[in-house]
């Protein structure tokens, strides 16, 4: 899609890096996964074979993913947002749902514009892809969030950016162990070649975009011990997200949600909760998929 549509895109590889007996016997486990699930362009790695791709890292076992890539994600969004607009969609942005009532086969969404004034949009199919807000439009439908398992806890990542003075140090992504919670605190090449780090994980009950000038320690320390190039004012707070986990802080691992919601009463209303992490990458296999949810309606 990239190529064909001159999307901004670089297949740069991933190397997932272990420094512990721990840490080997995850990514061994990851590895094992990726073969089982079909992932192709995997390669375990030891110690020269790493220095010999990336001599400036520390690292003493590693997973390679030959298929990972960098794309420019708001090229990305400008292209979605201009096929969308070419395929007759109206995107009302700053606008916000108040509410959803179901009457016979169709919806009814009130809805907010950005100047406070309220109109309807009625539908017999409504997609809920909210994001960190979709467990409260599931909820407005009349779904029980808890009972059904869709409650969001977001959790906030942050990034911080990399002294420009390192650029092409790295040429592939660099990757910790992940942890249970996210893929860890990792090095991020951009498209100029420039580097970032992040994001971070960290359960939160107030939604803000700002960057705590006090996690820089965290930063450098979970990242200097495979990237011992750092200095520590080599970082800089530069943005942050807030992704929309199904899992509360200490529970296992939950996958996405797609569902159409027939058997709750609701034929048409089609959820997806919990489109975190690699829901960007993902998100065209998620349209084919929800499409013909809609098409077999």
Wanted: hydrophobic share 35%; glycine share 8%.
């Amino acid at each position: 899609m990239c190529k064909k549509y001159n999307i901004p895109h670089k297949k740069t590889g991933k190397l997932i890096v272990a420094n512990t007996k721990g840490e080997r016997e995850n990514v061994e486990s990851l590895y094992q996964q990726g073969k089982e699930n079909g992932v192709s362009g995997l390669e375990l790695l030891s110690e020269p074979q790493i220095k010999n791709l990336e001599p400036n890292i520390q690292a003493n076992f590693a997973l390679l993913s030959c298929e990972t890539g960098i794309i420019d994600t708001h090229q990305l969004m400008k292209f979605y947002e201009t096929q969308s607009e070419s395929n007759d969609v109206i995107i009302a942005y700053q606008s916000e749902v108040a509410g959803i009532q179901k009457n016979g086969d169709f919806f009814t969404l009130d809805i907010f514009d950005s100047n406070g004034e309220l109109f309807q949009i009625v539908s017999s199919i409504v997609i809920n892809s909210a994001g960190i807000f979709a467990d409260k439009i599931a909820s407005m439908a009349g779904i029980d969030i808890d009972k059904a398992g869709y409650r969001i806890h977001p959790c906030k990542g942050e990034y911080f950016s990399i002294s420009n003075r390192h650029s092409g140090t790295i040429e592939h992504l660099i990757y910790p162990t992940p942890s249970d919670i996210n893929l860890g605190i990792h090095a991020t090449l951009r498209l100029d070649g420039t580097l970032t780090l992040g994001p971070s994980a960290f359960y939160v009950n107030d939604i803000n975009y700002d960057v705590d000038v006090a996690h820089q320690e965290e930063f450098f320390n979970s990242t200097k011990r495979f990237l011992p190039f750092l200095d520590y004012d080599d970082l800089s707070p530069e943005m942050s997200g807030i992704r929309a986990k199904l899992q509360a802080k200490g529970e296992p691992f939950r996958d996405f949600i797609i569902q159409e919601e027939s058997e709750k009463g609701l034929i048409g209303l089609i959820n997806l909760i919990g489109i975190e992490s690699p829901g960007l990458t993902s998100a065209p296999a998620i349209a084919e998929y929800v499409e013909e949810i809609v098409n077999n309606l």
